[in-house]
């Protein structure tokens, strides 16, 4: 049987009404003639479970808790309690979508059930729909479960005839058999005694705060005591207009998106009358992708590694803010174990939903290195793709909040355009449209830098000596 690892378990045990350890990506469809219908959804489902048995399963608690808990058959699993419906209320816009995802997202999944949800959303104003994909960060891990989204995924509207069979769940392990595993595992492998151990550990440090230590979150914009409630926001900008300033200013579009959400930090913190000063600046965890041990970047095989990055939101200039950002990142450019954009966008059956779940559980397993925002960015393909034979027309990241930490930003880039989707604490971040403008103002703002810079006229040359 299948053990948790000792970071899967840790996402499990951190789980709380507070801080749900869920990823979640919301995927908005092409309003066409042939809509995707509910039956449709749950038929293809069905045929592509087989492929993906994590999500019949449960985490399974060994006696004692002498190990990581293993994976089971849920005898009773019930597409029905997984797959649900949802309707917007007119007129079905972005505010109304906004405020759906940011109450689903919030929603804790149950633990004692397959750790997974998918949303159905209709009645949008243009009579599309849209899909949210909910998994616990200890379900994905992108080796040995991707996420939902990318079984569902094709690269053509025909949708594969997918042999299906008959599920039946195994016996349930016997108490005697799991403790025998157990020990047989400490013994071969000791490292994941010490593991096991260490989460032990791990829990009651963060059982001692409630016990009348102190829990005030760092000072901040960015940092407060999260509550039970999210909201969320979305951003579509140009491809073209991040080549743009690549272009006109050098780095890369990485470099430009990051630039964009330091600006619009500084933006939005200008709005609420936040001080901002010439050293102010942000602590972000950054995952990025790195060449596999073979040298070639694959959907299992890459590996994500934590960086981390300070956020010059204190500069008012925004193209010295985009050269910090991209001095920066230099070092990491310059490792050669960098993956290109489009390498990585071309894997495939590539979602970027995966990689963007992978980034988060590496910003939580890197939870020491002190950070105040979660930053990911995943290029997708810039060829339509499809799901269940619908044409993908819009995919947002909802990336998790955990410890004081009150936003989060997913970034992925697909057919042209850039999505930005953007988490925050309900009662903390009441005005995270705001902050989602002011991105927005932000990469307007770099592109007008290079337009200005293109129109400017030309001094007279200087006499050759």
Known sequence: MDRLSPLDAMFLSQDTPNEPRQIASLVVFEPDGSPLTFDGLIKALNE???IVPRYRQVPYKVPGG???PVWRDYPKFDIAHHVRRSALPKPGGRAE????????VARRLELDRPLWELYYIEGLENGAEALLFKAHQ????GSETIDLAQVLLEE??????IPHHEWKSRPEPSGLSLLAGTVDMHVRHPGEAIATAGLRIGRLRRALPLVGGNQSPPRGVLSATLSRHRRFSSVSTDLADYRTVRDGHGGTVNDVILASIAGGIRGWMLTRAERATAK??????VPMSVVSDEGLPTSLGSKVRGHLLSLPVGESNPVVRLHQVSYA???HRETGSAVAANKLASLPGFATSTFHAVGARVAEAEADRAHQIVITNVPGPQETVYMAGEPVAEVYPCIPLTEHRTVSIGVTSYRGRVFYGITADREAVPDVDVLAQC???ALAELVETVNTKSRAPRGRQRPQR
Do not use: Q, S, Y
């Not at 200890?138 to 891990?141: E, F, I, Q, R």
């Not at 053509?156 to 005839?161: K, L, N, Q, W």
């Not at 102010?280 to 965890?285: I, K, L, Q, S, Y």
């Open 97 to 104: 979508l906004h405020e759906l995802v940011g109450r689903l």
């Open 280 to 285: 102010t600046a942000f602590r972000a965890m």
């Open 329 to 331: 990142l230099k070092d």
């Open 439 to 441: 991105i927005e103002d």
């Open 66 to 68: 002498l190990g990581t």
């Open 48 to 50: 592509r479970l087989d």
């Open 156 to 161: 053509t509207a025909h949708v594969r005839d």
């Open 138 to 141: 200890a379900l994905v891990d």
